[in-house]
């Protein structure tokens, strides 16, 4: 069913709250994978101060080998974390598919003579397929490294609080440069998914009437034609890169300077005899989960703004109202003797009625011929009888029923 009060990517999370269950036990597992990596840098610590510098070897040991387990623990909670929200996401992708094509079945032909073909197959394959990449290893990357950045954070601060607020001087620019990365880049995803919608459009139309284009000479002009669009794809692609090579960057630039700044810092407080050198070398190691995290979720961006243009391109399915619908109480056929009759018709594809008043009326068993040059509404009448459409004004009737109320 069509889901009208979400939009971007946020209209996935219908689909995800019938689940509430595995998100639950995903999140925990994500956390608990997220705070493995912290913990280890701890110990890196406790290890470095404790038991190098104070000679104890018992110590040292221990440190070791919880470090050793603390990883495994991480690697087993990361790989569970990662087939679950596979899994999770995959099947997402797989009602919207079906729920996509079902809302498809039951519009009217008057929403595909509007639409190109094209246009209606890049929702169902390229669209789905930006959002199955973001669901089935974009989210894995959303989740553990949100969650890895939040605990990185928390535990540098819980290491050493000075050294945590010399590496938030980062953060105004930083918050400076997203903000400008997520305006640019929202826009310039929108443009890729409409010039690939476009190109498929054209290429569709093309194959579908290739033996007409052969048959007045016209291959050169379509090709003309494709050319264009596929430049101007092209060049849609190059302005999302362009972006993307000034913002990845400048948050690696950040994350060294922020590094630089933490180690100055942290050899000033160890000469004033105020910080032990494991604290320092944990500290770095802390902030290395901080950028890495960072960086990942600032690549993944990018895909995750391809997938919202291309769910706000779904939605545009989706929200295409059924205009081709029964009437309350409607009843089954059943069998017909075939009496039918128009009444006083009017109907129009667009704002000009194409047909104006139509009145026919054929006994059961009768036969009638409709006659005229092209446009007249022929077809058009035939589709109306057939229902492929409603009438805009008047009846169609088969043994004294509205076509509307069976």
Known sequence: MPRRQHTGLSRLLPYAAERKGQAALIALLAALSAAAPVAGWLLVEDATNNGIRAGDDGRLVAAVLAYVGVNAAAWVLGTLTWLGLASMGQRIVLELRRDLFHHLTSLSLRYFSQQKAGWIISRL????????????????????NTLTLVAAVGGLFLLDWRLGLVALCILPPGIVITRWFQRVSHVAAADVRTRIAIVTAQLA???????VIQ????????????DGLNEE??????????????????????GAIATAAVLYAGAHFIGADSMEIGTLIAA???????????????ELYGQVQAASAAMDKISSVLDADVDLGD????RPLGRIDGALELDRVTFAYGKEPVLHGIEIAVPAGGCIA??????????TTAKLIARFYDPDEGAVRVDGT?????
Request: glycine share 8%.
């Open 233 to 254: 794809n092209r060049l849609a692609n190059v302005r999302v890169q362009r972006i993307y090579s000034l913002f990845f960057p400048a948050i690696e630039l950040l």
């Open 215 to 226: 048959a007045f000479n016209r291959e050169r002009a379509f090709q003309a034609e494709f």
């Open 125 to 144: 394959n390229s669209d789905v397929d930006a959002l199955s990449d973001v669901l089935n290893q974009g989210l894995t990357t959303l989740v553990v």
């Open 402 to 406: 509205d076509l509307r109320d069976v």
């Open 284 to 298: 770095v190691g802390l902030l290395a989960l901080v950028f890495q995290p960072l960086q990942e979720l600032s």
């Open 205 to 211: 139309e093309s194959v579908a009437g290739m033996a």
């Open 370 to 379: 409709l006659v005229g040059e092209s446009g007249g509404g022929k077809s």
């Open 327 to 330: 009437r309350p109480g409607a």
